[in-house]
C-alpha cells in the first residue's frame, strides 16, 4: 500500500450527556490514493468519525495525525486545507447564493487573490462538469448538482482528501449516480484520496477498503471481498449486503458450483458464462 | 375506496407568466385494497400526481374521483376534510412535520382535527405506536428528542391514528439505513396484507415496487408511460432502460446472462431466489 | 405568492442602470431622499421629475412594472394629500364647505408633498429593480467598509443578509411542503373562523423554527469545515467595477443639488 496519509491511534470521543463512547478507542490508518469507506447503521459512530476527521471534534485521548501534523486546535486550520468534507442535506451547506459563489467561499476563507480565485473556480467546476452553471442560484439544482458544487467547493481548495459524509443519502438514484461518477473519477485521476461514509453496500463494495463500525468500536476492516464474506453477521449490525454477493449465494444453495463471492454483477456473469459453457 | 383520476392536468402558476405543465393526461385507478406503486425520476410529475389523491390540489383539466366525491377544474370545492381523513398522505420525511410537546399529542393532533373524541384518538395512538413498532414509554417525550428514525415512526404514527382507507407513502425509507428501511417497508406490507389497506406508494426504488406492488404505474415526463403488473411491466427492461430508469437488479442481471449465455428465461424474476432457481433451470435445460 | 410582489423584486434586463456599480445606486438613493427636500416650487419639483423619468427611460424597465410598485403605497399617498388639504391653512381660500374650508397652501402643500413621496419611491424601487440583492449587499457592505474602524460589525451583517437572501427561497419551499403536510393532518389554513386559522400557525410555524435551527447549525458547520473563521483575513470573490457612468452619475446628482439650490424659492 502507498504511504500512509492519515492515522488514527486509540481516539475515544463522548458526546456530552451520553453514556456511551460514540467513538472507542479507534485506530486505523488511511493510505494515498485509496477509497476508504466507513460503513455501520446510525448510531454506530461514523459520523462522529467523519467529525474528528474534520477538526470538528476533538478527540478525549488518543491521537489523529493528518499528513505528518498532529490535529490539535492549533493546527485544525491547516489541517482543514487538507481535508475538505462533503455533508449530507445539499442544502444547508451551501452558502452561496450562486453556484461560482459558493465554490468561491473557502477561496474566500482562505485570503485568495482574485485572479487566482477565479482561476481555482472555474477549474473546479469543470471537473465536476458544473461550469455551465456558474450563475445558477441553488433552488433552481437539483440535489444531485448541488453536491457536485459542494465537491467543486471541496476541490478548489486543492486538499489530499475529501470526506463524503453520507453524502449520497438524501439524493435520488440518478443524483446519487451522478456524485458517484465524479467523485470516482477525481480518485482515479489522482487528484484525491477519499473517505465515504455511508451505509449504501453497493457503493462500499466498489471502495478498496472497508472499516464497518458497531457501537463506537471499529469491528472489521479489510477489501470488500473480506468483509463481504461475513455475511450474516452484516445484516445483524443492520447492514445489507451487494446484490452481487446475495445472488452468488443463493445460486450455491441451488448446487451451482461457483467460485465465493462476487463483487460486481460483471463479475458473477462472467463466472456464470464460465460455468455454462463447462456444463 | 376508490379513486379514479380522468384526463388530468395540472398546471403549476396558472395564468401567470411563470405558467409550467407539471403533468397531463393522466388517467388512474386505484382500487380498494391494491397495492399501487408509482415510479418516476425526480420532475416525472409524481409528486404532482400524489397530491390529487386527497385534494390537496385541484386538477387544471380534467376530474379526480375519490370515494363518491369528484374533484373538478373551475369548481369551488368545500369540505374536504372528509376526503383528507379516508386517503392519508405520509410526506417524504414526515418528520418535519412534528410540533407537538408529545409524542402523543402529536400523533392525536390529526386526529382530533377530524373530530375524534380525545379519549378514543389516545387509544388510537398507542394502537398506532405499536403498529410502527415503537414502545409506550417514548408516549410522554418530546417528539424532539427522539432519534431520526424513531421521529419517522412517531409521524407516520400520526397518519395511522387517522386511520385512513387509502394509504399514500412518498418514498417513506428516503434517507433511513437498510435495516429501518427494510422494517419500515415490511410494517405497510403487513398493513396492506392484514388489514387490506389500499397503499399507493410513490418511490424511486424498483426493488420495493417489485416486491411489493401489484400494481406499478411509470410516470416520464408529466403523463403515464406504463402500466400494469409488475411482471407486464418487467418483461420488457430494455424499455425501461432507455427512458433512464433502473429495473430491479433480478431483472438486470436477467438481462445480462440472457444477452451473455444465449438462453431465454420464460418470465422476469423479482426475487433472488427465484432468480437463482431460473438460472439454474436455464442452465441444465441449455447443457441437455 | 411570489409572483404578486412586483416591489423590491429584481428584473434581470440590460441597460446602462443595471450595469452601473451598486455603489454609485445606492449613493444615488441616499442622496436623492436629500436633496428631494430641496424642492419647493414647481421648477425645483419639474427638475427632479425629469431627472428620475430619464433614469427610468435608461433602466429600460417597463412603466407598469413601477406604478404596480406605487400601488401599495397609493393609500399612502392619497392620505397624506388629503390630511394637508384639510389641516394645512395658508394662503386663500379656495373652497368653503362651510363645515370644511380648503386653503391654496393646503393644496399645494398636498399635492408636493405626494409627488416628493411618489419620486422616493420611484427612485428607490429602481434600484431595487436594476439590482440583484447580492449586488446591493456588496455594495453596502464596501460603502460601509470604513465603519469597521469604529467596531461595526459590516463584515458580519452582509454576510447574514447574503445567506437570507439564499435562504429564502429554500424556505418558502420548506413552508409549502409544511403547509400541504399539516394540511393532509386536517388543518384548515384557508378557511374557518379566525380564531382557528390563528391557531392553525402553530403547527406551521414550530416545524419551520425547527428546521430553520437545525439548518443554520449544519450550515454552521459546513461553514467551519471550510475554513471560515470571520471577516479578517478575507478576500472577496465578487468585484464591484467603478466606470465613468458611474461617476458621470454622481456629477449629474452635483448639477441637480446646484440647479435646485438655484431655482428653489426662500
Known amino acids: 500500500m502507498g504511504e500512509k496519509l492519515v492515522s488514527l491511534n486509540d481516539v475515544t470521543f463522548k458526546y456530552e450527556g451520553q453514556d456511551r463512547n460514540a467513538v472507542d478507542c479507534v485506530s486505523f490508518d488511511v493510505y494515498k490514493g485509496e477509497w476508504l469507506a466507513i460503513v455501520g447503521h446510525n448510531g454506530s459512530g461514523k459520523s462522529t468519525l467523519a467529525k474528528l476527521l474534520n477538526g470538528l471534534q476533538f478527540a478525549e485521548s488518543?491521537?489523529?495525525?493528518?499528513?505528518?501534523?498532529?490535529?490539535?486546535?492549533?493546527?485544525?486550520?491547516?489541517?482543514?486545507?487538507?481535508?475538505?468534507?462533503?455533508?449530507?442535506?445539499?442544502?444547508?451547506?451551501?452558502?452561496?447564493?450562486t453556484v461560482q459563489d459558493d465554490v468561491a467561499f473557502g477561496l474566500e476563507n482562505l485570503g485568495v487573490q482574485h485572479q487566482m480565485m477565479v482561476e481555482r473556480v472555474q477549474n473546479a467546476l469543470n471537473k465536476v462538469q458544473m461550469d455551465q452553471f456558474l450563475n445558477q442560484e441553488p433552488h433552481h439544482l437539483s440535489g444531485g448538482q448541488k453536491q457536485r458544487v459542494a465537491i467543486a467547493g471541496v476541490l478548489a481548495l486543492q486538499p489530499d482528501i475529501i470526506i463524503l459524509d453520507e453524502a449520497t443519502s438524501m439524493l435520488d438514484p440518478r443524483g446519487r449516480e451522478e456524485v458517484l461518477h465524479t467523485v470516482r473519477e477525481l480518485k482515479d485521476e489522482n487528484i484525491l484520496t477519499v473517505i465515504s461514509i455511508t451505509h449504501d453496500l453497493e457503493e462500499a463494495a466498489k471502495a478498496d477498503r472497508i472499516i464497518v463500525m458497531n457501537q463506537g468500536l471499529l469491528y472489521r476492516q479489510g477489501t470488500p471481498d473480506e468483509i463481504f464474506q461475513l455475511e450474516g453477521e452484516l445484516v445483524e449490525l443492520g447492514l445489507d449486503i451487494p446484490f452481487s454477493v446475495k445472488l452468488g449465494k443463493a445460486l450455491r444453495e441451488q448446487g451451482l458450483n461457483l467460485a465465493d463471492s462476487h463483487l460486481t454483477e460483471e463479475e458473477l456473469v462472467k463466472d456464470l458464462c464460465e460455468l455454462n459453457s463447462r456444463m | 375506496m376508490r379513486i379514479e383520476l380522468q384526463d388530468v392536468e395540472y398546471r403549476y402558476q396558472m395564468n401567470t407568466p411563470f405558467e409550467s405543465l407539471a403533468i397531463h393526461d393522466v388517467n388512474i385507478e386505484i382500487n380498494p385494497g391494491s397495492y399501487v406503486a408509482i415510479i418516476g425520476h425526480t420532475g416525472s410529475g409524481k409528486s404532482t400526481l400524489l397530491q390529487h389523491l386527497n385534494a390537496l390540489i385541484k386538477p387544471t383539466k380534467g376530474r379526480v374521483i375519490i370515494g363518491e366525491r369528484t374533484i373538478e377544474s373551475g369548481r369551488k370545492e368545500k369540505q374536504l376534510r372528509p376526503i383528507r381523513q379516508k386517503v392519508g398522505i405520509v410526506f417524504q420525511f414526515p418528520e418535519h412535520q412534528l410540533f407537538e410537546e408529545t409524542v402523543e399529542k402529536d400523533i392525536c393532533f390529526g386526529p382530533v382535527n377530524f373530530g375524534i373524541p380525545k379519549e378514543e384518538a389516545k387509544i388510537r395512538a398507542r394502537k398506532a405506536l405499536k403498529q410502527v413498532g415503537l414502545a409506550e414509554e417514548i408516549l410522554e417525550k418530546s417528539p424532539f428528542d427522539l432519534s431520526g428514525g424513531q421521529m419517522r415512526r412517531v409521524a407516520i404514527a400520526g397518519m395511522l391514528a387517522m386511520q385512513p382507507e387509502v394509504l399514500v407513502l412518498d418514498e417513506p425509507t428516503a434517507g433511513l439505513d437498510p435495516r429501518g428501511r427494510k422494517e419500515i417497508m415490511d410494517m405497510f406490507y403487513q398493513l396492506h396484507k392484514e388489514q387490506g389497506m389500499t397503499t399507493v406508494l410513490v418511490t424511486h426504488s424498483m426493488e420495493d415496487a417489485a416486491r411489493y406492488a401489484d400494481e406499478i404505474v411509470i410516470m416520464h415526463q408529466g403523463t403515464v408511460y406504463q402500466k400494469g403488473t409488475p411482471f407486464e411491466i418487467f418483461s420488457q427492461p430494455e424499455q425501461l432502460m432507455e427512458l433512464g430508469l433502473d429495473v430491479p437488479d433480478t431483472v438486470r442481471v436477467q438481462l445480462k446472462l440472457q444477452k451473455e449465455l444465449g438462453v431465454r428465461f420464460d418470465h422476469p424474476c423479482l426475487s433472488i431466489e427465484d432468480l437463482a432457481l431460473e438460472v439454474k433451470r436455464v442452465m441444465e435445460r441449455g447443457s441437455r | 405568492m411570489l409572483d404578486k410582489m412586483i416591489f423590491g423584486r429584481y428584473v434581470p434586463l440590460d441597460s446602462l442602470v443595471h450595469r452601473m456599480d451598486p455603489r454609485s445606486k445606492l449613493l444615488l438613493v441616499f442622496f436623492f431622499v436629500c436633496i428631494v427636500f430641496l424642492a419647493n416650487n414647481l421648477i425645483t419639483y419639474g427638475i427632479?421629475?425629469?431627472?428620475?423619468?430619464a433614469l427610468i427611460a435608461l433602466s429600460k424597465i417597463p412603466a407598469r412594472f413601477l406604478f404596480n410598485g406605487l400601488k401599495p403605497i397609493l393609500f399612502l399617498i392619497l392620505f397624506t394629500l388629503l390630511l394637508h388639504i384639510l389641516f394645512t391653512k395658508e394662503g386663500d381660500v379656495i373652497y368653503d364647505f362651510g363645515f370644511i374650508e380648503i386653503y391654496e397652501g393646503g393644496l399645494r402643500q398636498g399635492l408636493y408633498i405626494s409627488f416628493r413621496f411618489t419620486l422616493l419611491i420611484l427612485v428607490t424601487s429602481?434600484?431595487?429593480?436594476?439590482?440583484?440583492?447580492?449586488?446591493?449587499?456588496?455594495?453596502?457592505?464596501?460603502?460601509?467598509?470604513?465603519?469597521?474602524?469604529?467596531?461595526m460589525p459590516v463584515h458580519e451583517l452582509a454576510l447574514m443578509m447574503s445567506i437570507s437572501l439564499r435562504f429564502i427561497p429554500t424556505l418558502m419551499e420548506e413552508t409549502e411542503k409544511i403547509m400541504k403536510a399539516q394540511t393532509a393532518r386536517g388543518v384548515d389554513f384557508t378557511s374557518g373562523p379566525i380564531k382557528e386559522r390563528v391557531k392553525s400557525i402553530v403547527p406551521l410555524l414550530v416545524p419551520l423554527f425547527v428546521s430553520s435551527f437545525k439548518r443554520a447549525e449544519e450550515l454552521a458547520i459546513a461553514m467551519e469545515a471550510r475554513g471560515y473563521r470571520g471577516g479578517e483575513g478575507r478576500t472577496k470573490y465578487r468585484q464591484l467595477s467603478w466606470h465613468a457612468v458611474d461617476t458621470l452619475l454622481l456629477c449629474t446628482l452635483a448639477v441637480l443639488t446646484i440647479l435646485l439650490l438655484l431655482f428653489r424659492s426662500y
Open chain 3, 126 to 151: 429602481l434600484l431595487t429593480l436594476t439590482t440583484s440583492p447580492i449586488s446591493i449587499t456588496d455594495g453596502l457592505e464596501q460603502l460601509l467598509g470604513p465603519l469597521k474602524k469604529w467596531k
Open chain 1, 62 to 97: 488518543g491521537s489523529i495525525t493528518i499528513n505528518d501534523i498532529e490535529l490539535s486546535e492549533a493546527t485544525v486550520w491547516d489541517a482543514r486545507k487538507k481535508v475538505g468534507m462533503v455533508f449530507q442535506n445539499p442544502d444547508n451547506q451551501f452558502v452561496g447564493t
Open chain 3, 48 to 53: 427632479l421629475a425629469v431627472f428620475t423619468l
